[in-house]
């Protein structure tokens, strides 16, 4: 069956430190896969996705960036992280013609 | 391009109540659709689907009807539960490949 892994599950950083979310899937070959941000008492933002190794679509600009380096695995990097970056962060993948299934989450807080 | 209106909560109801939670999509062609559930700090479940019109989803006592004549999705249950509380997200998948579109999402909460 397949699994969906997201860690860590809660982060604390420092405003200006770097940022590397990481989130990978078993027991499934070439997934859309995609990371999503939900601040506080607010519904999902789409922030990139993915179709396939190294093709990576961005959703809106901000200071965050996204990485495929294998087919079932997604970074979500930062170089200096901001205030404003702080939230709940979802990875999904997606297969061809199924629902989405989500990892359990990263709560990132920005101090 | 495809969206998806889902009605601005929170929702506070009594137990045993009805709950309806409407949702409405913009898209082009056929898209499934979905309902997922979010419980406080937790990833998303997927609550129910439908792939074509007139399809109905159901689980835990939640349904949904896939209505195409009004772009329709809205989420019933005859007799919520204080298990229930979560957040609820409308989305659609427009395509095999499609990303997926969610609404903003709905609080519910319910008191004993």
């Known amino acids: 069956s397949q699994t969906i892994h997201q860690w860590p599950a809660t982060l604390v950083q420092p405003v200006g430190s770097p940022l590397s979310l990481e989130c990978t899937v078993e027991?499934?070959?070439?997934?859309?896969l995609y990371w999503y941000r939900q601040a506080a008492g607010r519904g999902l933002q789409l922030l990139f996705y993915s179709v396939g190794i190294g093709q990576i679509s961005s959703e809106v600009p901000q200071n965050l960036s996204a990485s495929r380096p294998q087919d079932r695995q997604f970074i979500l990097s930062s170089k200096k992280l901001l205030l404003s970056d702080s939230g709940f962060y979802l990875c999904?993948?997606?297969?061809?013609?199924?629902?989405?299934?989500f990892g359990q989450g990263t709560r990132l807080t920005v101090v | 391009g495809n969206s998806v209106t889902q009605m601005e909560g929170p929702v506070t109801l009594s137990e045993e109540a009805f709950l309806t939670i409407n949702c409405t999509y913009t898209a082009t062609g056929y898209p499934s659709l979905f309902w997922y559930v979010q419980y406080p700090g937790e990833g998303l479940q997927l609550l129910l689907k439908a792939t074509k019109a007139d399809d109905k989803g159901s689980n835990k006592g939640f349904e949904a009807t896939y209505r195409k004549e009004t772009t329709s999705f809205h989420l019933e249950k005859g007799s919520v539960q204080v298990s229930d509380s979560a957040v609820y997200f409308c989305a659609l998948r427009g395509g095999s490949q499609g990303n997926l579109i969610f609404g903003k999402g709905t609080k519910l909460s319910v008191k004993p």
């Open positions: 999904a993948w997606t297969g061809y013609d199924t629902e989405a299934f």
């Open positions: 027991g499934t070959s070439n997934p859309n």
